[in-house]
C-alpha cells in the first residue's frame, strides 16, 4: 500500500511549526523519524490531511545537561541517544534501554521525542522517562508546558499534549549516587515491542529497597507504576521481602490486556517474574562495585 | 579442473551481481509507457458481491482501466488452472471450483480478487480503487481446517458437500487393522500443523506486455518453471503457445508459492492489451500476506502400533487438510510425498487416510517440503511419543525399526521403495557429533542455571526429483566460449554456479568464459523447472549428458583435425590428445574448426552445441538425522536453540558450501515453522497476522551455528549419484526441534507442545502440566 495525499510542510522554526499546529490542529500530523508514522500512513490506518515536518528545526535537537537536569530535545535520534556520554554517564537506564528499541535501521531514524509522543504500550522509553520521574516539555502558541511524566501518559496512545502542542523536550534528572536503575523486558525477538517490561530505579543500600520507582510497560494500555508494589517494598530488604506479597500488590496494580503475543494471565505472570529478576539485579548493582 | 571440481565449495558465481544491487528481478524490468497496476482484494473472508459500482473510479485522474469480473468474463478468457483428477470417498471425482482471474460475485477469502485498476502512476490507481463502490453481503466464514468438515460448516462452494475437495488413500487398510489387532502398545496422538507463508524476500510481481503489432503476449514474470507456467498462459489466454513469451530474470525465494501462475499475470495481459501499453503489477508486502497462497496447515491423527519389543506393527494416520478457498495448482502434489510418512522403518503395514477441505482462506500451494515435512513431523514426534510411552531410548527404538542397508531396495508400506541409504550410521555419526553420551551432565549444568535442558533427535527421509525430465544445452559459440542454457530457474539457489560447476569440470573450462542463461521460453527449449528438490538431479544429470554428447562430437573434430582415429583421442582438462602425436589441441580450438564446414569431417553438421534431456521414472531419497538441544526458561517459555548437529545423505555432494547453504536454510525456515511462524485467522476470518510486526520469522539470534557433515550414500538411479537436497534440512528441523522441546519439558511432565511453540504456548504446558 501507499499512503493517501496529504499536503506537506516543512517550517525552518520553531514559531512557524507552533503556528501551523495551531491552524491545522487535529488534521495535522507532527513527522519525526517517521517510523512509525509512515507505516499507518502507508497502510492506510491514518489519513492527516497536513504532515509538518519538524526535521530542519534545530531547537529540537541535541542532548545536554542544563540547570542540573539532562535536557534530550525531541528530535534526537535514538541511535544519538544511544551513543551520548552524557546518557551513558548521567542515564543508565536509558543507556540500557536503548538497544531493545528497534533495529539498528530504524534506530537511525527514530527520533525520542517521537516514542514519548506516540507513547506505544509496549515502547521502552516512555516507562524509562516514567521511572526516572522526568518532564515532559511541549510548546504551542498558546504557551509552553512542562508536565511530570506520572501525569503525560494517559491511556492508549493517548498523552497529555494537545493536537496544537509540540513535543519540544524531556528533562531528565541524573541518577543520584547511591541509586541503581534496571531495565528488563520480554518480546518474541530481540528489537520486538516488548510482550512485557520493565524499568526500574531505585536508591538500595545493604539490600534494603528505597524509592523505587518500577514502571510497567507491554502489558497495560500504557506504562504504570507499581505504586502498591513500589509502597510495600519500601524500606524494605531484598529478597526478604516475600514474593508473595509482592505479587499479591502486582496483582493489584497491574490489569494485563492480551493480544496475539499473550494473554492477560500470560503476561501478568511475567511481569511478576521479571520484578523478581529486576529486584534481584537491583540489589546485586547495588552491592557490586 | 582444480577449483571448480565436482565437490569444491565453489562460491556463487551469483552472489558479487546480487550483494551489490545488480540482480534483475520482475519490479527491475521497466518498459517505455509502462502504466501501473492495483488489485482491489476482499475486505470480506466470505460475502456475496450485490454491486460494484467502478463509475467514480474511473473517472478518477490518471486511470486507464477498471476492470471487475465482468470485464474478466467479457474478455472470454479461461479459468486459471485448476488441478483434477482425485477422487472424493465416495470415488466421484474431486470437486473442481472455477477460478476467474477476477471474481463476480462471491468472495472467498479476505484478499479475493474482486477489481484490477490500472494508472499512470500505482498511486493514481490505489487512490482509484478506494472510489470502487461495492456493496458486500456478509456471509458466515470458515477458516480453520478442524471446523471446516464440521457438518453445518458455511459451504465455500455452494455445491461441494461438506467443503471436501478430495480425499487419498495409502497404504494397506486390511494389513493394517490386523497389525494393530495384535499389537501390545497402541500410541496415538493428534497434531495441529499449523499455517505459515513463503514470506519470500522478493514479493510476487508480473509485467504485462501485449504487442498489437505481431498479436504476441510477453510476459516477465516470477517462477520456477518458464516452460510450464507458459504453457498455463496460453491455455487460460486460448491463444497458441507461440504467441506467449515468459521472461524470468532474477527470482528472489519462491519455495513452491510462485510455482504456478497466479491471477495478476493475465490481469497485466488483458489490461495491456486493452489500453494499449504494458502494465505493471508489483505486490506489497502486506499483499503478500493477504494474496500468496499459504503452505501447511492440517489436523493429523496418528497411531503407532507396536509388539512388546517395541518393533513397530503398524502405522494409521488420518489428516485434514486445508486447501484454502479455490484448488491451487500443485497443491494436490503434497498427497505424492505421503510417502513420508514411512520413515526410515520397517514397519510391515500402514494406512494413511486424507481428505482435503475448502476453507475461506488463502489457498494453498507446495511450500518447500510441500507435504514431506509435515510427514515427518508426524512419524518422528510418534516415534518419540511410543518410546515416552514404552519407556524406551527413542534412539535404541529407532535403531531396532530401521531399514538396514542389507535390505536395500526396500519396499517401505506407504508409496516408495527406497534404494540405498545407511540410516543407523548417519544416526551413529550424529550422535557422536552431538556428544550426546554427555548430554545429562549438561542437562543437569542447565538445571543449575535455572533453565531446562532438551535433546531432541529425527531421522527424516523424503522423496527428492520425482520420476520426470528436464533439458540443458550446451552452445560454444564460433569463438569456442560458452553459454548454458537452463531449463531449471534459480530463485536464490545456486543454479548457475553448480551447472558451470559441472560443465567446466567435465569440459575443462574457464567459468569466466561460461554464460548462464535461463528463464526466457524465447530461448529456452525445455523448462520443466525447480521444483520437489529435483534441479541438481535432472538438470544437473542434462548438463552431464550435454557434457557427454559434446565430448563424443569434439573428439570426432580433433580427430579428424590431427589425422587419427577417434578412438585414439584423450580427452582431459580441455585438452585433446593422443600417444599417437604430441600435437594437442584445446577444446576451444575444436570449437572454432566446429563452426568452420570445411574444418569438418564431409557429412558432419557445423557447431558445437548440444540439447540433452535426462529423463527417468524413478527418484531418490535424500536422508538424514537432526539432533537439536534447546535450553526452556521455565518461568518464561523463552526457548534457545543452544546447539544443531546434521548428518546428511544427499549422495554425490556437487557443492558442500551450497549445499550447507540448503539444509541451513531449510533449518530455518522448519524451526521458524515449529518455534514462531504462523499464519493466523480470528473468527470472522480476517487475517491477523498480515505484517513482519506480528508473523515472526526467525533471525540469525534464533539460530545457532548449524554442525553439518554429510555421509554420502550416492544413488544409482541418476548418473551424478547425487539426492535431493532443497527440501531437506526443513524436513529434519520440525521434529527434531519439537522432539527437543518436549524433552526439555518432559520433566515437569509435558508430552507434547503444539507449533508454533511461542513463550506463551510453552509457559501454558507447564502450567498444565503441574495442574496434572
Ligand atoms: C520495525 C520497527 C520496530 C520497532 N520497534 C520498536 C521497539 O521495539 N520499541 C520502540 O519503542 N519503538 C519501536 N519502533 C518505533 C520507533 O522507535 C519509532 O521511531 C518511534 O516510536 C517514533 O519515533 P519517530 O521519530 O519515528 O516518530 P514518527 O513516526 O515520525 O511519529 C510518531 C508519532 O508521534 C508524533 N510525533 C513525533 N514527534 C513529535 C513531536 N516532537 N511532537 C508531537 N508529536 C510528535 C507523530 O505525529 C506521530 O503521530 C519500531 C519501529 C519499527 C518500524
Same mark, same amino acid.
Given at each position: 500500500?501507499?499512503?493517501?495525499?496529504?499536503?506537506?510542510?516543512?517550517?525552518?522554526?520553531?514559531?512557524?511549526?507552533?503556528?501551523?499546529?495551531?491552524?491545522?490542529?487535529?488534521?495535522?500530523?507532527?513527522?519525526?523519524?517517521?517510523?512509525?508514522?509512515?507505516?499507518?500512513?502507508?497502510?492506510?490506518?491514518?489519513?492527516?490531511?497536513?504532515?509538518?515536518?519538524?526535521?530542519?528545526?534545530?531547537?529540537?535537537?541535541?542532548?545536554?545537561?542544563?540547570?542540573?537536569?539532562?535536557?534530550?530535545?525531541?528530535?534526537?535520534?535514538?541511535?544519538?541517544?544511544?551513543?551520548?556520554?552524557?546518557?551513558?554517564?548521567?542515564?543508565?537506564? %536509558? !543507556?540500557?534501554?536503548?538497544?531493545?528499541?528497534?533495529? @539498528?535501521?530504524?534506530?537511525? +531514524?527514530?527520533?525520542?521525542? $517521537? #516514542?514519548? /509522543?506516540?507513547?506505544?504500550?509496549?515502547?521502552?522509553?516512555?516507562?524509562?522517562?516514567?521511572?526516572?520521574?522526568?518532564?515532559?516539555?511541549?510548546?504551542?502558541?498558546?504557551?509552553?508546558?512542562?508536565?511530570?511524566?506520572?501525569?503525560?501518559?494517559?491511556?492508549?496512545?493517548?498523552?497529555?499534549?494537545?493536537?496544537?502542542?509540540?513535543?519540544?523536550?524531556?528533562?531528565?534528572?541524573?541518577?543520584?549516587?547511591?541509586?541503581?536503575?534496571?531495565?528488563?523486558?520480554?518480546?518474541?525477538?530481540?528489537?520486538?515491542?516488548?510482550?512485557?517490561? %520493565? !524499568?526500574?530505579?531505585?536508591?538500595?543500600?545493604?539490600? @534494603?529497597?528505597?524509592?523505587? +520507582?518500577?514502571?510497567?510497560? $507491554? #502489558?497495560? /494500555?500504557?506504562?504504570?507504576?507499581?505504586?502498591?508494589?513500589?509502597?510495600?517494598?519500601?524500606?524494605?530488604?531484598?529478597?526478604?521481602?516475600?514474593?508473595?506479597?509482592?505479587?499479591?500488590?502486582?496483582?493489584?496494580?497491574?490489569?494485563?490486556?492480551?493480544?496475539?503475543?499473550?494473554?492477560?494471565?500470560?503476561?501478568?505472570?511475567?511481569?511478576?517474574?521479571?520484578?523478581?529478576?529486576?529486584?534481584?539485579?537491583?540489589?546485586?548493582?547495588?552491592?557490586?562495585? | 579442473?582444480?577449483?571448480?571440481?565436482?565437490?569444491?565449495?565453489?562460491?556463487?558465481?551469483?552472489?558479487?551481481?546480487?550483494?551489490?544491487?545488480?540482480?534483475?528481478?520482475?519490479?527491475?524490468?521497466?518498459?517505455?509507457?509502462?502504466?501501473?497496476?492495483?488489485?482491489?482484494?476482499?475486505?470480506?473472508?466470505?460475502?456475496?458481491?450485490?454491486?460494484?459500482?467502478?463509475?467514480?473510479?474511473?473517472?478518477?485522474?490518471?486511470?486507464?482501466?477498471?476492470?471487475?469480473?465482468?470485464?474478466?468474463?467479457?474478455?472470454?478468457?479461461?479459468?486459471?488452472?485448476?488441478?483434477?483428477?482425485?477422487?472424493?470417498?465416495?470415488?466421484?471425482?474431486?470437486?473442481?471450483?472455477?477460478?476467474?482471474?477476477?471474481?463476480?460475485?462471491?468472495?472467498?477469502?479476505?484478499?479475493?480478487?474482486?477489481?484490477?485498476?490500472?494508472?499512470?502512476?500505482?498511486?493514481?490507481?490505489?487512490?482509484?480503487?478506494?472510489?470502487?463502490?461495492?456493496?458486500?453481503?456478509?456471509?458466515?466464514?470458515?477458516?480453520?481446517?478442524?471446523?471446516?468438515?464440521?457438518?453445518?460448516?458455511?459451504?465455500?462452494?455452494?455445491?461441494?458437500?461438506?467443503?471436501?475437495?478430495?480425499?487419498?488413500?495409502?497404504?494397506?487398510?486390511?494389513?493394517?487393522?490386523?497389525?494393530?489387532?495384535?499389537?501390545?502398545?497402541?500410541?496415538?496422538?493428534?497434531?495441529?500443523?499449523?499455517?505459515?507463508?513463503?514470506?519470500?524476500?522478493?514479493?510476487?510481481?508480473?509485467?504485462?506486455?501485449?504487442?498489437?503489432?505481431?498479436?504476441?503476449?510477453?510476459?516477465?514474470?516470477?517462477?520456477?518453471?518458464?516452460?510450464?507456467?507458459?504453457?498455463?498462459?496460453?491455455?487460460?489466454?486460448?491463444?497458441?503457445?507461440?504467441?506467449?513469451?515468459?521472461?524470468?530474470?532474477?527470482?528472489?525465494?519462491?519455495?513452491?508459492?510462485?510455482?504456478?501462475?497466479?491471477?495478476?499475470?493475465?490481469?497485466?495481459?488483458?489490461?495491456?492489451?486493452?489500453?494499449?501499453?504494458?502494465?505493471?503489477?508489483?505486490?506489497?508486502?502486506?499483499?503478500?500476506?493477504?494474496?500468496?497462497?499459504?503452505?501447511?496447515?492440517?489436523?493429523?491423527?496418528?497411531?503407532?502400533?507396536?509388539?512388546?519389543?517395541?518393533?513397530?506393527?503398524?502405522?494409521?494416520?488420518?489428516?485434514?487438510?486445508?486447501?484454502?478457498?479455490?484448488?491451487?495448482?500443485?497443491?494436490?502434489?503434497?498427497?505424492?510425498?505421503?510417502?513420508?510418512?514411512?520413515?526410515?522403518?520397517?514397519?510391515?503395514?500402514?494406512?494413511?487416510?486424507?481428505?482435503?477441505?475448502?476453507?475461506?482462506?488463502?489457498?494453498?500451494?507446495?511450500?518447500?517440503?510441500?507435504?514431506?515435512?509435515?510427514?515427518?513431523?508426524?512419524?518422528?514426534?510418534?516415534?518419540?511419543?511410543?518410546?515416552?510411552?514404552?519407556?524406551?531410548?527413542?534412539?535404541?527404538?529407532?535403531?531396532?525399526?530401521?531399514?538396514?542397508?542389507?535390505?536395500?531396495?526396500?519396499?517401505?508400506?506407504?508409496?516408495?521403495?527406497?534404494?540405498?541409504?545407511?540410516?543407523?550410521?548417519?544416526?551413529?555419526?550424529?550422535?557422536?557429533?552431538?556428544?550426546?553420551?554427555?548430554?545429562?551432565?549438561?542437562?543437569?549444568?542447565?538445571?543449575?542455571?535455572?533453565?531446562?535442558?532438551?535433546?531432541?533427535?529425527?531421522?527424516?527421509?523424503?522423496?527428492?526429483?520425482?520420476?520426470?525430465?528436464?533439458?540443458?544445452?550446451?552452445?560454444?559459440?564460433?569463438?569456442?566460449?560458452?553459454?548454458?542454457?537452463?531449463?531449471?530457474?534459480?530463485?536464490?539457489?545456486?543454479?548457475?554456479?553448480?551447472?558451470?560447476?559441472?560443465?567446466?569440470?567435465?569440459?575443462?573450462?574457464?567459468?569466466?568464459?561460461?554464460?548462464?542463461?535461463?528463464?526466457?521460453?524465447?530461448?529456452?527449449?525445455?523448462?520443466?523447472?525447480?521444483?520437489?528438490?529435483?534441479?541438481?538431479?535432472?538438470?544437473?544429470?542434462?548438463?552431464?549428458?550435454?557434457?557427454?554428447?559434446?565430448?563424443?562430437?569434439?573428439?570426432?573434430?580433433?580427430?579428424?583435425?590431427?589425422?587419427?582415429?577417434?578412438?585414439?583421442?584423450?580427452?582431459?582438462?580441455?585438452?585433446?590428445?593422443?600417444?599417437?602425436?604430441?600435437?594437442?589441441?584445446?577444446?576451444?580450438?575444436?570449437?572454432?574448426?566446429?563452426?568452420?564446414?570445411?574444418?569438418?569431417?564431409?557429412?558432419?553438421?557445423?557447431?558445437?552445441?548440444?540439447?540433452?534431456?535426462?529423463?527417468?521414472?524413478?527418484?531418490?531419497?535424500?536422508?538424514?538425522?537432526?539432533?537439536?538441544?534447546?535450553?526452556?526458561?521455565?518461568?518464561?517459555?523463552?526457548?534457545?536453540?543452544?546447539?544443531?548437529?546434521?548428518?546428511?545423505?544427499?549422495?554425490?555432494?556437487?557443492?558442500?558450501?551450497?549445499?550447507?547453504?540448503?539444509?541451513?536454510?531449510?533449518?530455518?525456515?522448519?524451526?521458524?515453522?515449529?518455534?514462531?511462524?504462523?499464519?493466523?485467522?480470528?473468527?470472522?476470518?480476517?487475517?491477523?497476522?498480515?505484517?513482519?510486526?506480528?508473523?515472526?520469522?526467525?533471525?540469525?539470534?534464533?539460530?545457532?551455528?548449524?554442525?553439518?557433515?554429510?555421509?554420502?550414500?550416492?544413488?544409482?538411479?541418476?548418473?551424478?549419484?547425487?539426492?535431493?537436497?532443497?527440501?531437506?534440512?526443513?524436513?529434519?528441523?520440525?521434529?527434531?526441534?519439537?522432539?527437543?522441546?518436549?524433552?526439555?519439558?518432559?520433566?515437569?511432565?509435558?508430552?507434547?507442545?503444539?507449533?508454533?511453540?511461542?513463550?506463551?504456548?510453552?509457559?501454558?504446558?507447564?502450567?498444565?502440566?503441574?495442574?496434572?
Amino acid at each position: 500500500m501507499k499512503a493517501p495525499r496529504f499536503h506537506y510542510v516543512r517550517p525552518e522554526s520553531l514559531d512557524a511549526t507552533l503556528g501551523l499546529l495551531a491552524e491545522y490542529g487535529e488534521d495535522a500530523r507532527i513527522l519525526a523519524g517517521g517510523q512509525s508514522l509512515m507505516p499507518t500512513l502507508n497502510m492506510r490506518l491514518s489519513q492527516p490531511k497536513v504532515l509538518i515536518d519538524i526535521n530542519r528545526i534545530e531547537a529540537l535537537k541535541g542532548i545536554a545537561v542544563h540547570d542540573g537536569m539532562v535536557r534530550i530535545g525531541a528530535l534526537a535520534r535514538h541511535v544519538e541517544v544511544m551513543n551520548s556520554p552524557i546518557v551513558a554517564e548521567a542515564l543508565p537506564l %536509558i !543507556a540500557e534501554a536503548m538497544p531493545h528499541v528497534a533495529h @539498528v535501521a530504524v534506530r537511525n +531514524r527514530g527520533t525520542f521525542g $517521537g #516514542s514519548i /509522543a506516540l507513547a506505544d504500550p509496549s515502547a521502552e522509553m516512555p516507562a524509562c522517562i516514567l521511572a526516572l520521574g522526568a518532564s515532559v516539555v511541549v510548546d504551542g502558541v498558546r504557551g509552553r508546558r512542562t508536565i511530570a511524566a506520572d501525569d503525560f501518559f494517559i491511556g492508549l496512545y493517548e498523552t497529555a499534549r494537545e493536537p496544537d502542542e509540540l513535543l519540544v523536550e524531556v528533562l531528565l534528572p541524573p541518577q543520584k549516587p547511591g541509586h541503581v536503575s534496571v531495565f528488563m523486558e520480554l518480546s518474541r525477538r530481540h528489537g520486538d515491542f516488548a510482550i512485557a517490561g %520493565i !524499568a526500574c530505579h531505585a536508591r538500595v543500600a545493604g539490600g @534494603v529497597i528505597n524509592d523505587a +520507582r518500577l514502571a510497567y510497560f $507491554g #502489558s497495560e /494500555a500504557k506504562p504504570v507504576l507499581g505504586t502498591r508494589t513500589m509502597a510495600i517494598l519500601n524500606g524494605k530488604a531484598w529478597p526478604t521481602a516475600s514474593n508473595e506479597v509482592v505479587n499479591a500488590a502486582l496483582d493489584e496494580d497491574l490489569d494485563p490486556i492480551g493480544n496475539t503475543f499473550g494473554s492477560p494471565a500470560t503476561k501478568l505472570h511475567l511481569q511478576k517474574v521479571l520484578t523478581r529478576r529486576v529486584l534481584d539485579a537491583a540489589v546485586q548493582r547495588a552491592r557490586a562495585p | 579442473m582444480g577449483e571448480f571440481a565436482i565437490g569444491q565449495g565453489v562460491p556463487r558465481f551469483e552472489d558479487p551481481r546480487l550483494v551489490r544491487g545488480g540482480g534483475r528481478y520482475v519490479d527491475d524490468v521497466a518498459l517505455p509507457r509502462m502504466a501501473y497496476g492495483y488489485v482491489l482484494r476482499s475486505p470480506h473472508a466470505h460475502a456475496r458481491i450485490r454491486s460494484i459500482d467502478t463509475g467514480k473510479a474511473k473517472a478518477a485522474p490518471g486511470v486507464l482501466a477498471v476492470l471487475t469480473g465482468s470485464d474478466w468474463e467479457a474478455a472470454g478468457w479461461r479459468d486459471l488452472p485448476v488441478p483434477g483428477g482425485m477422487k472424493r470417498r465416495d470415488g466421484s471425482p474431486s470437486y473442481k471450483p472455477r477460478f476467474p482471474a477476477l471474481v463476480k460475485d462471491r468472495v472467498r477469502w479476505v484478499g479475493d480478487y474482486v477489481a484490477f485498476v490500472v494508472g499512470e502512476t500505482l498511486h493514481q490507481a490505489a487512490d482509484a480503487a478506494e472510489l470502487i463502490e461495492i456493496d458486500y453481503e456478509p456471509l458466515p466464514a470458515v477458516t480453520a481446517t478442524a471446523n471446516a468438515a464440521v457438518p453445518g460448516a458455511p459451504l465455500v462452494w455452494d455445491d461441494c458437500p461438506g467443503n471436501v475437495c478430495f480425499a487419498r488413500f495409502e497404504g494397506d487398510k486390511t494389513a493394517t487393522d490386523a497389525a494393530f489387532a495384535r499389537a501390545d502398545h497402541i500410541v496415538k496422538h493428534r497434531f495441529v500443523i499449523n499455517r505459515v507463508t513463503a514470506a519470500t524476500m522478493e514479493p510476487r510481481g508480473a509485467v504485462g506486455d501485449y504487442n498489437v503489432a505481431d498479436g504476441r503476449y510477453t510476459l516477465y514474470a516470477v517462477l520456477q518453471r518458464a516452460q510450464g507456467y507458459r504453457a498455463e498462459l496460453a491455455q487460460v489466454l486460448g491463444v497458441p503457445e507461440s504467441m506467449v513469451r515468459v521472461v524470468a530474470g532474477d527470482v528472489g525465494g519462491s519455495f513452491g508459492m510462485k510455482s504456478a501462475i497466479f491471477n495478476e499475470n493475465p490481469l497485466t495481459l488483458l489490461a495491456s492489451k486493452l489500453i494499449g501499453r504494458p502494465v505493471k503489477w508489483t505486490g506489497t508486502r502486506s499483499e503478500a500476506f493477504l494474496g500468496d497462497a499459504q503452505g501447511r496447515d492440517n489436523v493429523t491423527d496418528a497411531e503407532l502400533a507396536l509388539d512388546k519389543d517395541g518393533n513397530f506393527l503398524g502405522l494409521r494416520v488420518k489428516s485434514l487438510v486445508n486447501a484454502g478457498a479455490y484448488l491451487q495448482p500443485g497443491m494436490p502434489a503434497f498427497t505424492g510425498n505421503l510417502g513420508t510418512l514411512a520413515g526410515v522403518y520397517k514397519t510391515p503395514a500402514s494406512h494413511v487416510d486424507v481428505t482435503v477441505v475448502f476453507s475461506n482462506t488463502n489457498p494453498m500451494r507446495p511450500y518447500r517440503g510441500n507435504g514431506r515435512p509435515e510427514a515427518a513431523y508426524v512419524i518422528e514426534r510418534m516415534v518419540d511419543l511410543a518410546a515416552d510411552e514404552l519407556g524406551l531410548d527413542p534412539y535404541e527404538l529407532r535403531r531396532l525399526n530401521m531399514i538396514p542397508p542389507e535390505a536395500m531396495p526396500f519396499k517401505t508400506s506407504v508409496t516408495f521403495t527406497y534404494d540405498c541409504g545407511e540410516f543407523e550410521k548417519s544416526m551413529d555419526i550424529a550422535l557422536k557429533m552431538a556428544d550426546v553420551n554427555s548430554f545429562e551432565k549438561r542437562r543437569a549444568a542447565a538445571r543449575k542455571r535455572g533453565k531446562l535442558r532438551g535433546i531432541g533427535l529425527s531421522f527424516t527421509i523424503e522423496r527428492a526429483a520425482a520420476g520426470g525430465f528436464e533439458g540443458a544445452e550446451i552452445r560454444f559459440d564460433r569463438s569456442g566460449t560458452v553459454t548454458l542454457v537452463s531449463g531449471s530457474h534459480s530463485q536464490g539457489q545456486g543454479h548457475e554456479t553448480v551447472f558451470k560447476q559441472l560443465v567446466c569440470d567435465r569440459l575443462g573450462l574457464d567459468p569466466n568464459e561460461v554464460y548462464y542463461l535461463q528463464g526466457d521460453t524465447d530461448q529456452v527449449f525445455f523448462g520443466e523447472g525447480t521444483g520437489g528438490s529435483r534441479s541438481a538431479t535432472m538438470a544437473g544429470s542434462a548438463f552431464h549428458l550435454a557434457s557427454e554428447k559434446i565430448v563424443v562430437k569434439a573428439t570426432q573434430i580433433a580427430a579428424h583435425l590431427l589425422k587419427l582415429e577417434a578412438a585414439d583421442i584423450n580427452f582431459a582438462d580441455g585438452i585433446f590428445s593422443s600417444a599417437k602425436t604430441n600435437q594437442t589441441l584445446t577444446i576451444q580450438e575444436v570449437a572454432r574448426a566446429a563452426a568452420d564446414p570445411s574444418k569438418l569431417p564431409k557429412d558432419m553438421e557445423a557447431g558445437l552445441v548440444s540439447n540433452a534431456v535426462f529423463d527417468t521414472d524413478t527418484q531418490n531419497f535424500p536422508n538424514g538425522c537432526h539432533i537439536c538441544e534447546v535450553e526452556i526458561d521455565e518461568d518464561t517459555g523463552e526457548v534457545e536453540i543452544v546447539d544443531y548437529n546434521v548428518v546428511d545423505d544427499v549422495g554425490t555432494v556437487l557443492n558442500p558450501l551450497l549445499l550447507h547453504g540448503q539444509i541451513d536454510g531449510g533449518i530455518a525456515q522448519g524451526l521458524g515453522q515449529v518455534l514462531m511462524e504462523d499464519i493466523r485467522f480470528d473468527a470472522d476470518g480476517q487475517l491477523l497476522t498480515g505484517s513482519f510486526m506480528d508473523y515472526a520469522m526467525p533471525r540469525a539470534r534464533n539460530t545457532p551455528a548449524f554442525h553439518v557433515e554429510s555421509n554420502p550414500v550416492p544413488t544409482k538411479t541418476n548418473p551424478l549419484g547425487t539426492k535431493g537436497a532443497g527440501e531437506a534440512g526443513c524436513v529434519g528441523a520440525m521434529p527434531a526441534v519439537a522432539n527437543a522441546l518436549v524433552d526439555a519439558l518432559s520433566v515437569l511432565g509435558v508430552k507434547h507442545v503444539e507449533m508454533p511453540a511461542t513463550p506463551e504456548r510453552i509457559w501454558r504446558s507447564i502450567q498444565e502440566a503441574r495442574a496434572g
